[in-house]
DNA sequence: TATGAATGAGCGTTCATTCAT
DNA sequence: CATGAATGAACGCTCATTCAT
């Protein structure tokens, strides 16, 4: 009885996948379709079980409370917004796969696209939710601070070291390349998504931007 | 017992100064205190009038429904947030009171700031409220895609003309601007407020990497 | 519209009468029945109520929790199973009110039936939740083991000099005195209240076989 | 697996031992303990297949109700509180094995003590919840009130025939036998458990009164 | 104008019980 | 025989809102 061709994919299955019930991934899909239209304090349980045609006690056999629903929801997307490429592709970096910034910039800003579309309302729940939730708060800090923080300025020092940036703190660096393509993913996918956005042009764009900004002179 | 020194200024009164009791204050500054701390839909009215120091129904008083209290808190900022250095600024610009773009980039930003940070509590909480209530997203459209949007495109057409600025379609080189200095203030204030920042560096820089990216080569 | 003649005495009040509002009159009510009929773990606030003739909200208003609604009722029924004749009694021994020990267990017995007998609900309560509810077991401890026993003790001890009672330690008088009529008013009042008693004479007869163990041969 | 040096021993098998399965032992006695701890209606059927480390369903195979698993540890504890010792002693009594009432009554409390201390919880149980459920209070007064008694009256009339007791009504005799006995039983072990009891010596008075109360003088 | 008692719908959660495996 | 996922009614409690005072 347990159909595997499901919206909800192996990323919230903990790793393995087929984990997740056939009722328990209606519940997950559901719920990230409330807590991303109406925010996760005002979406009920009792909605979030009509949607997915189950009984609301289901939802508290897989799932403590509400916010235990939220968290097996949201980590692991956190997790993956953030790491794969930054094991995989560090690597790739230093072994010079990616001879210049911008085409190391390139891959990722694709890569990333990619992540976020594919899990677009999860996204939009850990944005929107991140202000009121300590743990969410402090995966975030832990993941983006810390990991992807480090990691990249790691990268920017190896262009520096090869004279392709400009001597700039890596961090400011860092700081200003995130916050630009961030810029643009906030805006495009969470503030203005309905604007008719010209994806390709925009995403050269920025990087040509990011590029006039920190190439070294 | 009517004290005026309060911590709601006249931008919450509506345009014109005084018109909010003293009550009324303790009650918006009540609210806007617990709507930025846990989200508005997780604060309670009983909590708001408690921590104003009033009874329950005088809040029902003042504003129909909690919703009301809300947008009364929220739309005055958001129209200042933009309108006024639109307005004034456009002016200046275009009577040269700034003759090259860095500098009305500069006064600009310096300015937002300061508004930002003055109002900070209830930036957060458009920010964190906006695409959970249509109206919100609807005055935002409306004051940023159209005004801020429209308005700061002549600007830098203006600076374009003067051979200033590269020759990019004006609307993009206004994304760019703004979501560079968006993704600032985004970092700044909303999502990592508490991270040591070294503002005046970081503002510096952010301007130049924007100089870099659309000034004139 | 405030009534008086509630069934709800000034006891439950708080020391002043009047404090209590009809419609918590009629919640207190509501829940001694309720409480004493199918206990205090069976009974749902919603049916209490409903039997009040109010809504559920307003039971929650006046008492934060159902378990301070319990305690609402029991507790002042706890200290004044025990402490008034106490006080005033014991002035009244000493003061040779009561010339014999037979005299003094006379006047407290009917004094205490009286006193089950008006609050025999609330009674019921106390005894049954007494092992469910640390507070209560340290109330009952408090005021039984401590001031009653040790003041009942004294008086013993008055008689046994005047040569009335047997030389047995105090104590042990009192806790034979004590079960003996708790033992009546146990099988009487909780474990067998259908049963026909004629209790006039039981409570007689349970006087002399008290006496007949005790006075001083 | 299966251990049969169990705590639940052949009372509660229904009269032939080795009826219950490993399992259902288990289930019984983890109702044991939490019935008697938190009372029957705040014990959670879920918890208590926890405790016993057993399916939640396996409760249901065994006992059609959680009311019904209330009963079937009650029902044979009650029995054996009163059943034995008269079926069995009321014989010793008149066969002239105790040639005094205080014979008896100490040999019928040193029993009655060892029964009530080696299911104790049971008892509790028992005591607490026969204040809500209409069956325990039939079968008490069944078996108390007629059994009991009714066969302890017959007793007293014996020792009042050989002229060792007080010409009082028999089951007035016994009425103030019982709560004597109870009135101490329950103090010790249902209400105040934790205090310090000289048992010895209560019990040795507890006797002593309660022959000072109806011997024949 | 301000109050706060009152409301009843709705909340997140637990419950005893069922039943397909 | 045993399981534990599933149920949906009921739980204690909170909510935004109303209204008589």
Partial sequence: MKMNNSK???????????????????????AIEMFSEKGFA???????????????????RHYKTKKELLLAIVTP??????????VKDLEKVLEKDYEFYE???EAMVRNRQAFIQKHLPIVRILVQ?????EELRGQFIEHVAKDLYARFANIVSHFQEKGELVQMPPTSVVRLTISSILGFFLARYIFLPEYEWNEEEE???????????????
């Fill in 103 to 105: 085409e190391f910039l």
């Fill in 129 to 133: 939710e991140i202000p009121f939730h």
């Fill in 42 to 60: 005002a979406s009920s349980t009792s909605e979030i079980a009509k949607r997915a045609g189950v009984a609301e006690g289901t939802i508290f």
């Fill in 203 to 217: 995403i050269e764009m920025t990087i040509q931007f990011i590029m006039n900004g920190v190439k070294a002179r």
């Fill in 8 to 30: 909800v994919d192996s990323l919230l299955a903990g790793g393995e996948s087929g984990e997740l019930t056939d009722k328990q991934k209606r519940i997950v899909e559901a």
């Fill in 77 to 86: 997307v956190m997790g993956n917004l953030v790491a794969p490429f930054i």
